[in-house]
């Protein structure tokens, strides 16, 4: 089936990962170590994205899974810094979920996502490029790559999964929509993602 629509994943996709300064400034407030923060924040992290878990009960989990305990107020501002941490775009694929668009084809971001970032979208990125949908976890109770969430971008855009393709950074979000159905290409870098793309050829190249 033609391509229609190219669905892109937000974070390290269409912005850039945080930076370690940010991270490192958790770290220190948590008074944890590196790499005991490093498992606790990824241990919670689907159940905050997917919003059973709000900003104090998710930096409150990863504090005792440090060892440490956490007043709200403390909670609150970890979660203000987290958030910030998440909002520099990635300049090469922000321009060319631009142009694709530009070039007719539908595009969508489909994002786990916490509701302190989600509900700051406008505020922290006005960068995002113009999209005509937008999926994200905690909005509607699913992660990825849970097959609810790729099927709900899909009804969005009404198309097929097979006229759509997912750009995502993690392997297993990846393979869950293959699963459903969807062309999907992991984004490490551009160079990689620009060779990958040659098996699109009806799509504008990254410039």
Same mark, same amino acid.
């Given at each position: 089936?033609?391509?229609?629509?190219? +669905?892109?994943?937000?974070?390290?996709?269409? !912005? #850039?990962?945080?930076?370690?300064?940010?991270?490192?400034?958790?770290?220190? %407030?948590?008074?944890?170590?590196? /790499?005991?923060?490093?498992?606790?924040?990824?241990?919670?992290?689907? /159940?905050?994205?997917?919003?059973?878990?709000?900003?104090?009960?998710?930096? #409150?989990? +990863?504090? #005792?899974? !440090?060892? %440490?305990?956490?007043?709200?107020?403390?909670?609150?501002?970890?979660? &203000?810094?987290?958030?910030?941490?998440?909002?520099?775009?990635?300049?090469?694929?922000?321009?060319?979920?631009?142009?694709?668009?530009?070039?007719?084809?539908?595009?969508?971001?489909?994002?786990?996502? #916490?509701?302190?970032?989600?509900?700051?979208?406008?505020?922290? !990125?006005?960068?995002?490029?113009?999209? &005509?949908?937008? +999926?994200?976890?905690?909005?509607?109770?699913?992660?990825?790559?849970?097959? /609810?969430?790729?099927?709900?971008?899909?009804?969005?855009?009404?198309?097929?999964?097979? /006229?759509?393709?997912?750009? &995502?950074?993690?392997?297993?979000?990846?393979?869950?929509?293959?699963?459903?159905?969807?062309?999907?290409?992991?984004?490490?870098?551009?160079?990689?993602?620009?060779?990958?793309?040659?098996?699109?050829?009806?799509?504008?190249?990254?410039?």
């Amino acid at each position: 089936m033609p391509l229609q629509a190219v +669905v892109f994943d937000y974070g390290k996709v269409l !912005c #850039q990962p945080q930076p370690p300064a940010v991270r490192e400034a958790l770290a220190t %407030r948590l008074g944890a170590s590196w /790499e005991a923060f490093e498992a606790a924040y990824a241990q919670f992290r689907l /159940e905050y994205d997917r919003g059973t878990l709000g900003d104090v009960a998710y930096w #409150q989990s +990863v504090a #005792q899974a !440090c060892g %440490r305990t956490l007043d709200a107020e403390t909670a609150l501002w970890l979660a &203000d810094v987290d958030a910030r941490g998440w909002s520099h775009p990635n300049l090469p694929l922000v321009d060319w979920a631009g142009q694709v668009r530009q070039a007719g084809f539908q595009t969508a971001i489909l994002s786990n996502m #916490q509701r302190s970032l989600r509900q700051r979208l406008e505020e922290l !990125c006005p960068w995002l490029p113009e999209v &005509d949908a937008a +999926v994200f976890s905690s909005d509607i109770g699913y992660v990825k790559p849970e097959p /609810e969430i790729y099927r709900r971008v899909v009804e969005l855009l009404a198309v097929a999964p097979q /006229e759509a393709l997912f750009i &995502d950074d993690v392997e297993a979000n990846v393979a869950g929509a293959r699963q459903v159905g969807l062309s999907a290409l992991r984004f490490t870098d551009v160079p990689t993602l620009r060779q990958a793309l040659t098996a699109f050829p009806e799509l504008p190249p990254i410039l």
